[in-house]
């Protein structure tokens, strides 16, 4: 235990310095020209040292809504509670995608390879006219998604789309699961195309409240 300690305290340590001179002693952060600590410069650090890339420009901006946010986050590290998850943690439970009912659910086939799913999707790329093949992971998409075909005006909100289907997909499921609720694709539909982008005008200015006239 005591050199796991002091292992632990070394690469702490090495985001800490101390200023010497004829002043007395202080704490001295590295990682910000102030010297002062802020949670962004840790997050960065820690980010940077992180072998893997981690689309956080993506999921954390001010366009949209915290909790939307916050649920992209769990799903790109793996950590909704899908019946996957839960398995590994040991319990013993049934698993099937209750989108779909058609194979097993974990959140990467839940928001992008779901059949069901899959339809907000292939609406989406084909108002643009664009082929698109869904990556195999959440956090492969949100690495990808660019939209080059896109105007500058409206990069901002083609940014916050694919957490809007994920949101949008994660509300359905949970009715599903939860609350008995039936299915309905036009359901579904209806809340990816004009429920998120009403609520994306608190946050844009000048926003779109459906895509069809966003990409008018």
Known sequence: MIGRWRRRKDSWSGFMGRECGN????????KT???????KSLYLALEAGCPSLFPSSCIWNVWVQPKISFF???????????????QKRGWALANRCFMCLEKEETIDRLLLHCTKTRVLW????????????????????LLSWHGSFVGKKHKKVWRATPLYIFWTVWKARNRLTFKDDVLSIQRLKYSFVLSPWSKAKLFIVDCPLTIVSFID
């Open 23 to 30: 002043v007395d002693d202080m704490v001295f952060w590295t």
């Open 122 to 141: 292939d609406l989406l790329f084909n108002l643009f006219g664009v082929s698109w093949a869904p990556p195999s992971s959440v956090r492969e998409t």
């Open 72 to 86: 992209a986050w769990e799903a790109t590290w793996g950590k909704a509670l899908t019946p996957d998850l839960i």
């Open 33 to 39: 020209k102030s010297g002062k600590f802020l949670v």
